[in-house]
């Protein structure tokens, strides 16, 4: 009681005073301080809660102030104001995307999240042409971003899964996708960013310009700076995509099959692949998504097998060419193994099959099932060890599918950059593994963290060479040992743009180190 009225006493007495001194700024003082700075968007001291939470909801942490910018001078001034109070403060900063997060990263306990979703002022610009591309603010969505390009008949050409996920949040990661084994992650596609470094910087930086905050940022956890805009190349638009699915009961002759389609002539536009444990739990099965698509039921196809494997895949095209789509279609699907009576198919927009993931969110959240904790667990394993993983994991430690989809398919390295500071192993063909829980209740939430402890400690002690995706580590030795070779690198690069480490605290890569504190008077 008796601090909050000093704290309001003070702020009335800095806002008369007009103007404040930005060293030696106790914590108490934040709110004042921010107040002061001369912005077109505004602080918000209360409604924290929102910035507080994530997807995973499994961690929460209060900050002290949202951001909602109004423009990115909004965003480089708050930064410049934090970085400028140098070690008296311990505030650090927070970029929040759509906070997808699951544990936490876009959280930035007792300091500044900035909402991107406000950043309006960088509006969207598609430029068609012989090399389209569209510049899009970082907070934006990729759902605003398709609808977006689509007048033009144009889109992006690397996706997500799920489309209401920020341009800011998912380059910061990689962005992967079904597309990713043509494209290479949505990371690869980017010709240009507007970035704020932790010095409250803005710099334009591509392949060309600045090349190393371009690098650095693309997959760089938000450790090196805000994307504040984004141009993404685009190509033509389908109208149409033929969307098929097929079961495997072994797991060689999926993998094969996968594969081998990577590098097929004229072959399918998207390959992703799921695992299909205890095929009881398929029911719960939020990405299954809109059409009555269960794979099994579809196809009346009751085999005995406890592990199925669903390839998944689609081909582009517009109703004009929808014979030629017919015989390449047919051609691929000659070569493949699967169990014939399984394969189950249907043609859907472009949209439609981009934006599926949401109509199964639609669903979940009618059945308040949506907004529940998600102890995700993304893997890439190198396609050396992913026999011996899957024999482990499928069947043995994992018994079923527990609530949830995996997801399990090959990419190809040629398509990734290694200048950028995403982890990726060494190997030219790696496995993107996903183990996507819902868990319904406190037990199951402690019942799949355990699990994918278990999995963890497998390939620890199998030497399967795994790395998160969306990595979860507490402890600098884990990042070390995540980044290796190029920890030397990233470390560098966090010298150089954000030297205090007041960027994604939520990472918890590095710690901002801070000179005990005066009494605020
Ligand atoms: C249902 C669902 C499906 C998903 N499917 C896929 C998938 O198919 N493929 C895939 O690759 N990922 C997928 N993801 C993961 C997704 O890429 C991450 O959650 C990612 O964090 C994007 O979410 P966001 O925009 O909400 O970012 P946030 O969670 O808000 O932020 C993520 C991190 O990036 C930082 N950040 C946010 N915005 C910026 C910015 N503009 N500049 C710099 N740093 C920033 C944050 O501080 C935080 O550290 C999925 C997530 C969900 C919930
Ligand atoms: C999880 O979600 C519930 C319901 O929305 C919420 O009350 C709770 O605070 C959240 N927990 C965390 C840790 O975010
Ligand atoms: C990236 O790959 C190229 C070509 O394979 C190689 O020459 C280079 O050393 C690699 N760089 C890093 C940083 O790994
Ligand atoms: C992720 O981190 C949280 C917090 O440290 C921890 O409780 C959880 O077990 C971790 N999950 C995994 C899968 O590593």
Redesign the pocket.
Known sequence: MKKSLLQYLKLFLLLGLGRVTTMHVAKQDVPASLVTLPLDGHFSFHDLSTAAR??GNLSSSPPVAVLHPGSVADIAITVRHVFLMGHHSTLTV?????????YG??QAAGGIVIR?ESLRSVRMQVHPGASPYVDAS??E?WINVLDETLKYRLAPKS????L??????????????GQTFRHG??ISNVNEME?VTGRGDVVTCSPEQNSDLFHA?LG???QF????RARIALEPAPQMVRWIRVLYLDFTSFTEDQEMLLSAEKTFDYIEGFVIINREGILNNWRSSFNPQDPVRASQFEPDEEVLFCLEMTKNFNPEEADTMEQEVNALLSQLRYTPPSLFHTDVTYMEFLDR?HYS?MKLRAKGMWEVP?PWL?LIIPRSTIHKFAREVFGKILKDNNNGPILLYPVSRSRWDNRTSVVIPDEEIFYLV?F?SSALGPQSVEHTLNLNMQIIEFSNKASIGVKQ??PNYTTEPEWKAHYGARWDTFQQRKTTYDPLAI??P??RIFQKASASLPLSS
Do not use: C, K
């Not at 927070?94 to 699951?102: D, E, N, Q, V, Y």
């Not at 996706?159 to 799920?162: K, P, V």
């Not at 700076?225 to 504040?228: D, P």
């Open positions: 994530d997807f927070a970029a929040r995307g759509h906070g997808h997060s699951l990263q876009s991107m970082g907070g969505l996706w997500t899964d799920y209401h996920l920020t341009v800011g949040g998912t380059l910061s990661n990689a962005g992967v996708s992650p949505q970035i940022a760089g956890l938000g700076g805000i994307i504040t993931v969110e998600h993304n996903g996507l995706y969306l960027l994604a939520g990472q």
